[in-house]
């Protein structure tokens, strides 16, 4: 039964999950990406090399006469592999913590782009691997380093949009199994491992590279012009729509990371006249700041999504204590009785439930026998269920008319709940002897099949427990279970479930089955109800708690 108004909020939903960086960190980069050229106004050259056709590859630097080169030019190769290897490591331990927090959250977006950003990392590696000498010599390496760049950005700006774009517009990515996503990685990765090194290769063995860099015109290096478009539309509209869609710091972080890839882009693109000259350098550090954002982003949804699911599995075990004690408060055995045959089940939706169900022994050998349906069924719900039983066990041992019983109950509950809760209660006394019946129902009906086929409704006499404090609540009409009768109560958990076309399960399921298996047990027809129940909703859970006793007249 759920609450007729707001609830408090479980303790999951009031831890807060940040998905946005602060605006200060926004700032930071921003300032990072401008000091290079505050520094340059003031005199500070980041230039390391002295471009010339002879020193372009490291490794020829390497082998070649003292006397051919100088530090500069020797330091300008260092300086490229230092940042560029820097920059594939970061992407390379991006990957790692997006598969770690994948294995956390089965968030499938994360490996995506993780992987997507170590994709465009293994060209970089290629192309500096190219460079010193260890795969192959390039043949021309004055235009090899920049137009390889220019490649580089804009395969790296491409699969930054091709790994959103799928989540962007709905594809159902996320209905692979985690096999079918480990298997598509695996081979993507392949393929772009091969893709990169087959691109590099064409071209450090090729001479004629196109030219990419013109000192003297306003655009210095066209070819960066085209990652600069890519990097602006997916900085200005793919992954802002994204992170809108998967808000995450990941996300989040990637939008930020766009930031010093543009600066870098327009640097190189409108300043960079020479290899190693200031505006290129910059640039190689731009692309390190833009490497570590996404990195920084990810480790701390890793660090909040692990701490998170640390609390829930330390709130889980807590619950399972609280499901083990109410599951104790019920009955473990069904009462033995001459002509008689009782049985109850109760099955909550969550780790602890509202619904319970109950015998009592009461005077002259009659036994009570409740039902009850506490108002949510959350902790607090299964707390409420643990009062009311109790307050039902002590008052019952002390008393015998079920009028005085249930209104008694009542006055209890009503002080201590001031009205926040209720429950419906079905409290019925049963002589085994001459098979009397007496009740006081609160909100909650119940019904005798009998063994004709004609069924009797036994109407509710008062409103929940709980909600009015005015006096006594009366019984029903008295009746008799007689030889073949059945006495079912039930929570509205039953006969609400829905089946997948939203249909509920219905009075006329819960008679019919139960008329079909009459002959049986009652734990046999509970059994039955609860088959029959499976079929009609399928694969869809229980939405309420469930509980079911049924009380048969066997003789």
């Not at 921003?30 to 290079?36: E, T």
């Not at 630097?61 to 330091?75: C, G, M, R, T, V």
């Not at 059994?527 to 499976?534: F, G, H």
Request: aromatic share 12%; hydrophobic share 45%.
């Amino acid at each position: 039964m759920q609450m007729p108004f707001d609830a408090d909020q479980p303790a999951y939903n009031l831890v807060h999950k940040p998905h946005k960086f602060s605006q200060w960190f926004v700032v930071v980069i921003v300032l990072l990406c401008v000091l290079p050229a505050v520094l340059n106004i003031f005199g500070v050259s980041f230039t390391s090399a002295i471009t010339d056709k002879r020193f372009g590859n490291l490794y020829w630097l390497e082998q070649a006469p003292a006397e051919n080169f100088s530090a500069p030019e020797l330091s300008g190769g260092y300086y490229l592999i230092f940042w560029e290897w820097t920059s594939f490591c970061t992407a390379f331990f991006t990957a790692i913590f997006a598969f770690a927090h994948y294995r956390v959250t089965r968030d499938f977006t994360t490996p995506i782009l993780g992987t997507a950003l170590l994709f465009s990392a293994m060209f970089d590696a290629f192309r500096i691997l190219s460079f010193t000498g260890l795969l192959y010599v390039p043949l021309d390496p004055i235009n090899f380093i920049p137009f390889t760049w220019a490649l580089s950005r804009m395969i790296n700006a491409s699969l930054l949009i091709a790994g959103c774009l799928p989540f962007i517009i709905g594809w159902p990515l996320k209905t692979r199994s985690e096999y079918q996503g480990a298997r598509f990685l695996a081979l993507s990765g392949i393929l772009f491992l091969l893709m990169s090194y087959s691109i590099n290769y064409i071209c450090a063995i090729n001479y004629y590279l196109p030219e990419s860099t013109f000192p003297k015109h306003l655009i210095s290096r066209p070819y960066d012009t085209f990652p600069l478009i890519f990097y602006l539309l997916a900085g200005g509209i793919i992954l802002p729509r994204f992170h809108q869609k998967y808000p995450s710091l990941f996300s989040h972080a990637l939008v930020i990371s766009v930031i010093p890839q543009v600066t870098a882009q327009v640097y190189l693109a409108f300043g960079s006249r020479a290899l190693f000259d200031n505006n290129f350098n910059i640039a190689l550090y731009l692309k390190l700041i833009s490497c570590l954002v996404p990195l920084a982003g990810l480790i701390l949804d890793y660090v909040s999504a692990y701490s998170s699911e640390v609390a829930l599995r330390t709130t889980q075990a807590k619950l399972q204590v609280a499901r083990d004690v109410q599951q104790g408060l019920l009955p473990q055995q069904s009462p033995q009785l001459d002509n008689f045959e009782i049985a109850g089940v109760s099955i909550p939706t969550d780790a602890a439930g509202g619904d319970y169900f109950d015998y009592i022994p009461m005077e002259n050998d009659s036994i009570g026998i409740v039902i009850a349906d506490v108002s949510g069924h959350d902790i607090s719900a299964s707390i409420l269920m643990a009062e009311t039983r109790a307050y039902l066990r002590a008052i019952a041992s002390a008393q015998a008319d079920v009028s005085s019983i249930i209104s008694s109950v009542n006055h209890y509950l009503a002080k201590d709940v001031q009205g926040r809760f209720f429950v419906t209660m079905f409290f019925a006394c049963l002589d085994p002897l001459s098979g009397r019946l007496q009740y006081a129902a609160s909100g909650h009906e119940s019904y005798i099949l009998r063994d004709d086929g004609s069924v009797l409704s036994l109407e509710s006499t008062s409103p929940p427990l709980g909600i009015l404090d005015d006096g006594v609540i009366a019984c029903g009409p008295e009746t008799a279970l007689n030889q073949g009768d059945i006495l079912l109560m039930y929570t509205d958990g039953l006969a609400e479930a829905l089946s997948p076309a939203r249909k509920q399960f219905g009075f006329a399921n819960i008679c019919s089955t139960i008329i079909k298996n009459k002959e049986r047990t009652a734990a046999e027809i509970i059994n039955a109800l609860r088959t029959k129940l499976a079929e009609h909703q399928q694969s869809i859970g229980l939405a309420d708690d469930l509980t079911i006793v049924i009380t048969k007249r066997t003789a």
